[in-house]
């Protein structure tokens, strides 16, 4: 694949990610390190069990990969009175372009 085309295109999801997504402070698990950047934080039904029989609200957070988030990171939303903190828990997708991760709220 044209290596061009590839940087344009990640170039192209960060900024829809700016427009469309809400900021966050992201702490990577790795290496302690923090990054303000922009994430989708979304809360729906979805199918669980062998058979998918019943259904539980599952939150998911969307980002950038080229922001590097992994399983184990947090990240920070700013809050009224206090912020609130996710931890992401799963890799639901990856498609080089943006990361969907499974989160999970910390008390």
Avoid: C
């Avoid at 061009?4 to 966050?24: D, I, K, Q, S």
């Amino acid at each position: 694949m044209n290596p061009e085309f590839v940087t344009t295109f990640r170039e192209a999801t960060a900024n829809l990610m700016a427009v469309w997504g809400g900021p966050a402070l992201h702490t990577s698990a790795a290496t302690q390190g923090e990054a303000t950047v922009s994430i989708v934080l979304d809360t729906q039904a979805v199918p669980v069990g062998e058979f998918g029989e019943r259904m539980e609200l599952q939150t998911t957070v969307q980002i950038a990969a080229s922001s590097g988030a992994a399983v184990g990171d947090t990240f920070t939303v700013a809050s009224d009175p206090t912020p609130v903190i996710w931890t992401a828990v799963q890799l639901l997708s990856d498609d080089s372009y943006l990361r969907t991760f499974a989160v999970r709220k910390e008390p």
